[in-house]
């Protein structure tokens, strides 16, 4: 079984432009989340999307969104990228179905981005 | 605002000590995960407890959830350097999203 795959691996950008981080879960899982990983801040949640909509949201600017498609496939765009933005987003998927239940989550290995 | 507080946040020991990385919050969770991170992964699920004073083992791993669902802790018997790794607990929040602690950063030198 496949586990969770997220690409690209590593990515280099300037300050000012936008990114677009992409993660296919496990088959079957709906719930997919994205985190975002510093040394300081440690993992910081983002948002979950399930079933194509945004079911749960972090504390982060707007400039941070997200989308999922129909086969639970998601995106994250993160846009006028900042020196702060350097991080590892990290993508996890689980079998949640209702907003309460099962949150084992299952991680990629991650998108480590890098803002100079 | 429901936090997780981790417990030492570094660790460095010799093979074959034994160690406790403890996970502590004011609030009360449904369940609580902990996680092992190796750099350049992305983190493993190891276990999910949900039972107040559950205790689950995973062969020299000890993982214990405090009686009010408000802690837990991970016992590791004779550490080998395979352990090294960051190690995270998470739990599930009142709004449904996982919360996670700052991790513990665990050396095993052989």
């Known amino acids: 079984k496949a586990g969770v795959t997220q690409t690209p691996r590593y990515l280099i950008k300037t300050r000012g432009q936008q990114v677009t981080l992409s993660c296919s879960p496990i088959s079957g899982h709906r719930s997919v989340s994205w985190y975002q990983q510093t040394p300081g801040q440690g993992l910081q949640f983002l948002f979950e999307?399930?079933?194509?909509?945004?079911?749960n949201k972090g504390n982060f600017p707007g400039r941070f969104s997200g989308r999922q498609f129909s086969n639970s496939r998601s995106e994250m765009n993160v846009s006028t990228l900042e020196l702060g933005d350097s991080a590892l987003y990290l993508c996890?998927?689980?079998?949640?179905?209702?907003?309460?239940?099962?949150?084992?989550?299952?991680f990629g290995q991650g998108t480590r981005l890098t803002v100079v | 605002t429901q936090l997780l507080e981790q417990s030492p946040q570094f660790l460095s020991i010799q093979e074959g000590e034994n160690l406790t990385v403890y996970c502590n919050s004011s609030s009360v969770f449904s369940s609580l995960q902990w996680y092992r991170q190796e750099p350049g992964e992305g983190p493993v699920l190891l276990v999910t407890v949900v039972t107040g004073g559950e205790v689950k083992k995973l062969k020299r791993l000890t993982f214990q959830f405090g009686d009010a669902r408000k802690d837990s802790s991970l016992h590791i018997t004779a550490a080998q350097p395979g352990d090294t790794g960051l190690y995270l607990c998470a739990g599930a929040s009142n709004t449904g999203k996982l919360i996670f602690g700052q991790g513990t950063t665990l050396q095993v030198k052989p």
């Open positions: 999307y399930f079933s194509e909509t945004q079911r």
């Open positions: 996890a998927s689980s079998l949640r179905t209702g907003r309460f239940t099962n949150t084992e989550a299952f």
